[in-house]
């Protein structure tokens, strides 16, 4: 294990450091452990099976050399890239580009910039896409449109916005080049737009659902074009699969994580799972597990169509930044969260605390520290506090923040979620919930068969009293 | 009631709209009534008192004249705003520079811009820190350190830091004319030095709490030298404070909504409030909310001592972004939330869809509609998708968003925090869950009486077993 291996430290979450009744007890792991070989043993089937192609992505050279070759030319040619897309098609890029690139990059002079300005337009918020589209000198800007079913409304309705405003710009026919569409092989709009006018596309394979996508075309493209190693990413991803290769709970860092979230809402309670780094880079990260999480999990019924109760939501905080807003709420609230700590061991920047002020006391302490000093000693001091209060939390550490460790921090949430869906027995592939929105939206914009759907909003809206309205 | 009026509806919390046994009775909320009255009189009796003074900042014409006149004096001087604080000290001017100003406001030439660019600084992460700085020209950089005791670690850090850094870039002795410093009117290091060393100073009149602290100088200052029309704001918030003068709760936007979520955690084990505006501007908003709301109510002691079990998880999502993230949880998942949606009725910006592919069936719908009544079909489509599974939501409506909306809005969460506060019977102005995690990082880095904290750290350490850590 050398010292860019994530690791992953869950004392916290037990009895023997928490207290009895407040932790999970090494009996209550050891009785997921059957359970957990035969779900390792349904997951290797799924990956012969192809129904799990997010894991062989990783492997995919001929795929990542296409990637890569794009984003050279992308590089080489354009200043700024879009991506038009939202939950899976926007968060993996988000991620990885606060993650991994300097925490200005878009406001860099060019010669400083390793790769292009990369802005991820994943709202249709008519004050920040209007705004965003006014100030991109349209010459220089190429918009990477992604949508795995080629159907999502918003993400259409940017394309067709941006289509007919570069062409007022440029002028007609010539926003063409400006465009990459990042969709399915096959089927789909964008697909078929992409094959009878020639736009330049990139496809994604088969059955990659869009929240287990960073690792293809969708999270590598934006990434490798605004100057991220991608190939170190994908190093650090297989790097973690390696590891959690492994069928015994004890021994797998992802099958671990997943099993004591599961066990901790169903044996203590907890139906709130708080991801806190201690690094502002990372919170790209937390938000792309949120979405990874609860979308995976948040089902209302089991593989065979039992009602179940579904995961803990997913919550996001920052390290030191929230300890200023939730962290009372942690610490004395109701006892039904468990934290999930990620501490960053080492930052790039040295920044020293100068010895002003030595004869105050109020002051003097500070002298000397390092400021990640600081950060850390807070990050420590939250986790005792915590446990001191009988409040159960682990923490995944990073030595550095590298390509390396974003790849294997990535992957571990990835099987960690796979994982706990079989213990949940949900299906953490599909997201049927959001399906009778779709349905209504089409309803209330007119869209011919979804008559019904627009008399239902009609229906809700008169069952609506005066009264209750302030 | 006029169009700038900030409306409340909240039919969608009720079994008339729900269905029987999922929602909230009429009887339940007129079970609360008469706590109302009692409350009612109870803050009336604090604001007499002087134990409230958020309330009456709204009303010190003296103060806002000097905050103003830093501010454009500020406006004319410099060209960066940097706020060093944290929580309280950070998140209302984040909310009011988010919502208010233009979303690319810092990137903007200065010409198209009314202030300051405004940078908050409210971590002590090194790599955002020190890029920050090293980004900023020093000699056109004003840097506001806020922090009511005085004694935030991070901030005083933060200072010390800068002290330094401005020293070295402008010569010895230089660096005072770049700070100003917003603390307690008397006690404190901040407030020493000022007076000491003769930096520029705001004062915060005593008993104003970090989070209630938006409308006195520590979000006035940052929001009016960035260019927000303060004077409106603050009109807003007045007249949200006359419609929430009222006892009855049924009449008061601000009671009925502290009484819902209360009545919802307690009758209907709903322990996770989410707020979800749709638009990008009032994240800040959601934010700071949400800081409100836990370090007020997430008290585990009531206002005797008495143990309590605090109040709801907040969380916030963004429309229609986390649709494609956190909805299938929230529609199919653990019946456990309660959704509050901010809607925005007219954004400024008319968007077309343009009508291309009017011959493909999956696209023709999108064209001739505004990208704002997308936006507003989908959000009323997720209303009606939770309401007809049964799941408790309610919709805060703004006409638009302007200064007065704004005011209203953050003067409304204000008092509904402090009436619930009321409702759990626990203190919203304090935070003593914090307090041990100060200690412990005192002990850590060696401040001078915290020997026995230092121990206990070390403590914690000691307990942990290689074997949990993978």
């Known amino acids: 294990m050398n010292s860019e291996t994530v690791r992953f430290d869950f004392n916290n979450m037990l009895e023997h450091t928490l207290g009895r009744g407040k932790g999970l ?31 062989n992505v990783l492997f995919e050279e001929g795929e990542l050399t296409q990637i890569l070759e794009v984003a050279d030319k992308i590089r080489q040619r354009w200043e700024n890239l879009v991506v038009l897309g939202v939950g899976g098609s926007a968060l993996g890029a988000k991620a990885l580009h606060q993650a991994l690139n300097h925490p200005l990059h878009n406001w860099l002079p060019a010669e400083e910039r390793e790769g292009v300005r990369l802005f991820v337009a994943d709202n249709i918020d008519a004050e920040t896409f209007g705004n965003l589209l006014e100030y991109l000198e349209p010459s220089r800007t190429l918009f990477n449109v992604i949508s795995r079913s080629g159907e999502t409304a918003e993400t259409l309705a940017q394309f067709l916005i941006v289509r ?11 926003h063409k080049e400006h465009f990459l569409l990042t969709t399915d092989t096959e089927a789909g709009p964008l697909r078929r737009i992409a094959e009878t006018e020639g736009y330049a596309s990139l496809s994604l394979p088969g059955g990659v659902v869009g929240r287990y996508s960073v690792f293809s075309a969708v999270g590598l493209l934006p990434a490798a074009a605004s100057g991220v190693d991608v190939r170190s ?26 099993a004591l979230h599961y066990l901790s809402q169903r044996k203590r309670g907890k139906g709130i799972c708080v991801i806190m780094p201690y690094s502002d880079l990372l919170m790209g990260v937390a938000e792309w597990f949120c979405q990874l999480w609860a979308e995976s999990l948040g089902k209302g019924r089991d593989l065979r169509g039992g009602r179940v109760q579904g995961a803990q939501c997913p919550v996001r905080a920052l390290g030191i930044t929230d300890q200023h807003s939730q962290l009372q709420l942690y610490v004395d609230g109701p006892d039904d969260k468990v934290i999930d700590f990620i501490r960053v061991e080492r930052f790039s920047r040295p920044i020293a605390i100068p010895r002003s002020y030595q004869g105050s006391e109020d002051l003097a302490y500070l002298g000397g520290h390092g400021l990640s000093e600081l950060l850390l000693a807070e990050g420590h001091a939250t986790e005792a506090a915590l446990t001191s209060n009988g409040r159960m939390n682990s923490t995944i550490l990073l030595d550095r923040i590298t390509p390396h460790t974003i790849g294997q921090l990535l992957f571990m949430f990835e099987i960690q979620t796979v994982f706990a869906a079989g213990l949940y027995r949900v299906n953490p592939f599909d997201q049927p919930g959001v399906e009778k929105g779709k349905r209504l939206t089409y309803g209330i914009m007119g869209r011919r068969g979804y008559e019904k759907e627009r008399r239902e909003i009609m229906l809700w809206q008169r069952k609506k009293k005066r009264r209750f309205i302030l």
């Open 25 to 55: 007890r090494v009996a209550d792991i050891d009785g997921v452990r059957k359970r957990a070989h035969a779900i390792h043993g349904a997951i290797q089937e799924m990956r012969r099976a192809g129904t799990t192609p997010f894991y």
């Open 164 to 174: 007919e405003h570069l062409s007022r710009a440029l002028g007609p026919g010539r």
């Open 233 to 258: 990413l994908l190093a650090g991803a297989r790097a973690m699969g390696d590891r959690c290769a492994v069928p015994e709970v004890w021994e797998n860092p992802a099958y671990i994580n997943g």
